[in-house]
Each structure stands twice: as structure tokens, then as C-alpha cells.
């Protein structure tokens, strides 16, 4: 049986993160798989909190062989705001978050578990300043074989 997308792209970027900023370490994150949290519970007492969960449901394309799947997994990586850093450098410590994430992709994209390939489509900031979070969400796209 298959591995779930959503929890392979997780897997990959939790076990490929080198970063090793204060902060920003693998261990200073909260890594989640499923639906958003509810904002009470999200950072777990870390200031940096990770979900993937599935944008959209698999699309088959049939032949008379086989049919190739894509879904597209969303990362979200939400950054508390803490009174020791300002918003400059939440926004540096985000640039290293996409260019980290960027860098695991692209080396995995074709070795995956159960993925032909994996990419990055998009990425958004969707940032919260009135509650002091810092949002950057990545669409990525998961092609297999089903």
C-alpha cells in the first residue's frame, strides 16, 4: 500500500532540515501532520509550529496501463512573533525557512517515497500582524502512479 503524500513530504522536510539557527533548529519546531490547529494549541511551547495537509484530493489520469495521480500537499510554517525579535527578524528567519524548504525539495523531488516527483508551486505569506504570527504557506505537488 501506499504512503500517504502528505505524510512523505512531511517525513522528507522534517528528516532534511540542516538549519541551525537559534531557533530554527529541527528540535525548535512543532511538526504537525492534519488539519490547522486551532491557535490556543498550535505552538506546543515552541515558537515555530509546521503542518502539512492536502489542498486538494488526488486527480487520476487513466490509461489502459495505469493512471498517474497528483495531489498538492500544502506546508504551513507559522512563526510566533516573541518580544525578543522584531518583525525584521521574523522575516529574515522566514527567507531561511523558504530557501531550507526550496533546497530539501528540489534534492528529493524524485526519490521520494511512492512519489514520481514533488515540487514547489507556490509559496504565499500570510502573515497575521495583529496577532504578532508571521505565516509562510508552500503548495507542493505530488505526481504517482495509483
Do not use: C
Given at each position: 500500500m501506499m504512503q500517504d503524500p502528505v505524510k512523505t513530504v512531511k517525513d522528507i522536510i522534517e528528516d532534511g532540515w540542516e538549519l541551525t539557527d537559534a531557533?530554527?533548529?529541527?528540535?525548535?519546531?512543532?511538526?504537525?501532520?492534519?488539519?490547522?490547529?486551532?491557535?490556543?494549541?498550535?505552538?506546543?511551547?515552541?515558537?515555530?509550529?509546521?503542518?502539512?495537509?492536502?489542498?486538494?484530493?488526488?486527480?487520476?489520469?487513466?490509461?489502459?496501463?495505469?493512471?498517474?495521480?497528483?495531489?498538492?500537499?500544502?506546508?504551513?510554517?507559522?512563526?510566533?512573533?516573541?518580544?525578543?525579535?522584531?518583525?525584521?527578524?521574523?522575516h529574515a528567519d522566514r527567507r531561511k525557512i523558504i530557501d531550507?524548504?526550496?533546497?530539501?525539495?528540489?534534492?528529493?523531488?524524485?526519490?521520494?517515497?511512492?512519489?514520481d516527483l514533488v515540487y514547489v508551486a507556490a509559496i504565499r505569506n500570510l502573515d497575521r500582524e495583529s496577532d504578532r504570527i508571521v505565516r509562510t504557506q508552500f503548495e507542493l505537488v505530488c505526481l504517482y502512479q495509483t
Open positions: 531557533g530554527l533548529k529541527a528540535t525548535d519546531i512543532t511538526w504537525r501532520q492534519g488539519a490547522p490547529e486551532d491557535m490556543t494549541t498550535r505552538f506546543m511551547a515552541k515558537t515555530i509550529s509546521a503542518e502539512f495537509s492536502f489542498l486538494t484530493i488526488p486527480k487520476d489520469k487513466r490509461s489502459l496501463v495505469r493512471a498517474r495521480a497528483h495531489m498538492i500537499v500544502t506546508a504551513d510554517f507559522w512563526m510566533l512573533v516573541t518580544p525578543d525579535k522584531t518583525s525584521d527578524d521574523m531550507e524548504v526550496e533546497e530539501i525539495i528540489a534534492a528529493n523531488e524524485r526519490i521520494m517515497t511512492d512519489l
